[in-house]
């Protein structure tokens, strides 16, 4: 895929999201992408700056790593000009040349566009902008008030989806639900009702020699740290591994059957997520 992300960064973010999970929820996406995928980050408030130069292929592990390095949260301030991050995208398209199986706009924001001046035609400049890439738009929409009119309208235009984030803690969710939808992955969701120091999570041994790798995804307080085990009670190698202050991500290749174990250094009121990547398929007559 070859994924370009527009990520609100108005002051309005100063409340809708304090603690800028929007950061992380970005990171924990680029952690979850594949060699050979393509991703650029541009970030919008009274002006548009691109986070990345421009669309960036992930060559490696070690490539994604560096890129997760680079990445800045800049201070949350200013307007919402949503016109200006697509004319941006727009030039990042061109200037890409990549040739991919599918092409996506992951938008995030918390409210209608705007500008310091008044444009009666502002909204459906941006939509007539967004037609013109001719790629589906992947909406998260933080705090009921994103959802407007404007986002259906553009979503409806360009063949997206909306995915609603009532606050910012549920900003790591959408992510992975805008993930799912455009790496066609199903995303396994373990919720947690109760504090636990440990979580089980199964991979059934008769499905384990079709999986070519699997992540592990565990969503947790800042303070809780995590660690994960093999059946046989070990560390496995990582593929890639991703420690934030708000979750983890482990990538595992060819995960063996059983019981995996997920421990936490104290107990935890946490969410568990397992993505499996496998050529299996059903083929229904």
């Not at 909406?139 to 984030?165: R, Y």
């Not at 085990?229 to 482990?250: G, H, I």
């Not at 997920?262 to 499996?276: M, P």
Request: glycine share 6%; hydrophobic share 40%.
């Amino acid at each position: 895929i070859s994924a370009t992300v527009l990520l609100d960064n108005s002051g309005s973010m100063k409340k809708n999201d304090p603690q800028g999970l929007r950061f992380s929820g970005l990171r924990l996406f680029i952690s979850l992408l594949d060699i050979g995928d393509q991703v650029g980050v541009i970030s919008f408030a009274t002006e548009s700056t691109s986070l990345t130069e421009g669309l960036l292929t992930i060559q490696d592990n070690q490539n994604k790593r560096k890129l997760l390095d680079r990445l800045d949260n800049p201070p949350a301030e200013g307007y919402t000009d949503l016109e200006s991050a697509f004319r941006l995208a727009s030039q990042m398209q061109e200037q890409g040349g990549a040739n991919l199986c599918q092409f996506a706009i992951v938008l995030l924001t918390d409210g209608k566009p705007e500008t310091a001046t008044v444009n009666p035609h502002y909204e459906q400049d941006i939509i007539e902008i967004a037609k013109t890439l001719g790629i589906p738009v992947w909406a998260i929409a933080l705090t009921p008030s994103a959802q407007t009119p404007f986002l259906e309208k553009l979503i409806a235009e360009t063949g997206g989806f909306i995915i609603p984030a009532k606050n910012s803690a549920d900003l790591l969710e959408a992510y992975l639900g805008v993930f799912s939808q455009i790496k066609d992955r199903t995303v396994l969701h373990e919720n947690l009702s109760t504090l636990v120091t440990a979580l089980p999570v199964e991979i059934a041994p008769d499905l384990a020699p079709y999986i070519e790798k699997a992540s592990f995804i565990i969503s947790k307080p800042e303070h809780i740290s995590v660690e994960l085990l093999t059946p046989d009670k070990n560390t496995p190698d990582f593929l890639f591994e991703e420690n934030a202050s708000s979750y983890s991500v482990y990538t595992v290749a060819h995960p063996v059957g059983g019981e995996w174990m997920i421990k936490f250094s104290s107990e935890a009121d946490a969410q568990a997520y397992l993505i499996l990547n496998s050529r299996l398929r059903i083929k229904i007559i």
